[in-house]
């Protein structure tokens, strides 16, 4: 099963792959598509096909840092001309996940610095560009930051993409274990993201191992 999902990645067009990659970060902040579907899985689908031969894995970088850059600008666009209450006009089911505290402290403490980090989480890099465009930062500062993000991010995951494939690659042909190794390392994954996820929406008193008030008795 395994085998058969990567040779259909393997053997899409190279066009559409790269409109993909392009297209799909692009319209995570200008959207709110990320928190949908994050960007990543495209450029991951590139660095896959890039293995493969069909793609030059400087092609997918360079879409996946185009495509990152042309949506966080319109983001942040998006987040100068209309404020904060353009996040108000998300659908509802969007609106539950934005996690927007959390954003306008990363931008409030980091500033350009959190335009970079902010990219390595889904919700934050769909959210960061629009607040950082509603605070008032500064456009060059903007731009130096999501150039400089972007092409690290595109980097790393279209050679995370990439060394998956081989790795792959070489553990079905020298060992026959690719299948249940790939098995495993995505159950990891979703086994920690749903842990984070987990913790994340716990009280804070919880999280810090406080109890609960106990009401009158304690007054």
């Known amino acids: ?27 995570e ?8 579907v994050p960007g990543e899985t495209a450029i991951l689908i590139g660095g896959l096909v890039a293995h493969g031969g069909a ?4 092609a997918v970088v360079t879409a996946g840092t185009v495509g990152a ?14 404020g904060p209450s353009v996040l108000a006009r998300a659908p509802r089911v969007l609106r539950r996940r934005l996690d927007l505290a959390r954003a306008r402290r990363l931008v409030a403490r980091r500033g350009a610095w959190a335009v970079v980090t ?20 500064r456009w060059p500062v903007f731009l130096r930051a999501n150039l400089a993000g972007g092409l690290v991010w595109a980097t790393a995951v279209a050679l995370l993409g990439y060394l998956a ?3 792959y690659r070489y553990l079905e042909r ?15 994954v979703v086994a920690l993201r749903a842990w984070r996820r987990h913790g994340a929406r716990r009280p804070t008193g919880e999280r810090r191992g406080q109890s609960p ?6 007054r």
């Open 29 to 36: 902040s200008s959207t709110l598509l990320g928190l949908v």
């Open 69 to 82: 850059c042309l949506g966080d600008q319109a983001g942040y666009a998006l987040g100068r001309r209309y």
């Open 118 to 137: 902010g990219r390595w989480v889904a919700v934050l890099r769909t959210v960061v560009p629009l607040i950082a465009g509603a605070g008032g930062m």
């Open 1 to 27: 099963m395994v085998d058969g999902v990567v040779e259909t990645l393997v053997g899409l067009p190279p066009v559409l792959v790269l409109t993909l990659v392009i297209v799909l970060p692009a319209l």
């Open 213 to 218: 008030a106990r009401g009158g008795a304690d």
């Open 55 to 58: 793609l030059p894995l400087w």
């Open 165 to 167: 494939a081989a790795s």
């Open 174 to 188: 020298e060992l026959g274990v690719g299948e249940w190794a790939l098995l495993a390392l995505v159950g990891a």
